[in-house]
């Protein structure tokens, strides 16, 4: 089948956002593995930063029209709950 220019775009910017996404998991992820370290304020201040940034991207996608709104914000939430099951082992431990 055949996409038309828009619907090209609109692949490569869910890709490219999925893939920002996926690095965030695997900083999560590895935080999540050495919880036996102490945690480390740099490390959390690198996944809000990260966060915010993919925020952003997403914000940028949503007003180009190249990605719904609602896709962006299930992106996001995916991620921060993630971000608070990794809250939530650092506060129980």
Same mark, same amino acid.
């Given at each position: 089948?055949?996409?038309?220019?828009?619907?090209?775009?609109?692949?490569?910017?869910?890709?490219?956002?999925?893939?920002?996404?996926?690095?965030?998991?695997?900083?999560? =992820?590895?935080? &999540? @593995?050495? +919880?036996?370290?102490?945690?480390?304020? *740099?490390? %959390?201040?690198?996944?809000?930063?990260?966060?915010?940034?993919?925020?952003?991207?997403?914000?940028?996608?949503?007003?180009?029209?190249?990605?719904?709104?609602?896709?962006? =914000?299930?992106? &996001? @939430?995916? +991620?921060?709950?993630?971000?608070?099951? *990794?809250? %939530?082992?650092?506060?129980?431990?």
């Amino acid at each position: 089948m055949e996409h038309t220019e828009e619907q090209t775009y609109q692949l490569k910017a869910l890709e490219l956002l999925k893939a920002d996404a996926e690095k965030i998991e695997q900083l999560i =992820k590895v935080q &999540m @593995d050495n +919880l036996t370290l102490p945690s480390c304020p *740099l490390y %959390e201040e690198v996944l809000d930063t990260q966060m915010f940034g993919l925020s952003r991207e997403i914000d940028f996608a949503v007003k180009l029209g190249l990605i719904e709104r609602e896709t962006g =914000k299930n992106l &996001m @939430d995916t +991620l921060e709950k993630k971000l608070s099951i *990794l809250h %939530e082992a650092y506060t129980n431990k």
